[in-house]
């Protein structure tokens, strides 16, 4: 524990906060795109999806607590939220200004919430170079994946259906 005089921890009388809710839709996200072996743990792709699909299991918890029986339960509302007609975007900013506004009115740390708040950030700001799916091939038939026009896309817009999939797989 560290003294009062080196700095705050963030807790209370000094303690360390830890994120466990955050870290812990991390790991189930993580699980679920292993699973799937979708993408290689280590693009950016992969991350993409992983930072989506937490963010959904983070933020669809409303009663703060991820228990990780309830894991199994929760795979059809993860799937409706992250379904192509949803407005996940939007929903992601109303669920973080809601959980923002009671970390506000508490005055308490927020850990998890700064991490996913970091997530959603990356997801924004960060453009990967994706196919383009709206555009219609001049006659040849694409052979191989790395062919094909190709257009960068906000992080969340590829992530988001990878966890989707991914879920659909587990």
Do not use: C
Not at 23 to 50: N, V
Request: hydrophobic content about 45%; aromatic content about 8%.
């Amino acid at each position: 524990m560290l003294d009062e005089e080196q700095g705050s921890t963030g807790g209370a009388d000094g303690e360390l906060t830890v994120p466990m809710a955050w870290l812990y839709a991390e790991y189930i996200a993580d699980e679920l795109l292993r699973t799937g072996d979708l993408m290689p743990p280590t693009s950016f792709e992969f991350r993409a999806g992983r930072d989506a699909l937490a963010l959904t299991i983070f933020l669809s918890d409303t009663d703060g607590e991820l228990s990780g029986i309830r894991v199994v339960t929760q795979l059809e509302t993860w799937l409706s939220l992250t379904a192509y007609d949803q407005p996940w975007q939007e929903w992601v900013r109303e669920r973080l200004a809601e959980l923002a506004a009671g970390a506000a009115r508490s005055g308490g740390p927020a850990p998890d919430l700064d991490l996913a708040e970091e997530a959603w950030r990356w997801l924004q700001e960060t453009e990967l170079l994706a196919p383009d799916l709206n555009a219609v091939p001049g006659g040849a038939p694409v052979v191989g994946e790395d062919e094909g026009p190709k257009v960068w896309t906000p992080a969340w817009q590829l992530g988001l259906p990878l966890g989707h999939l991914a879920i659909h797989l587990f």
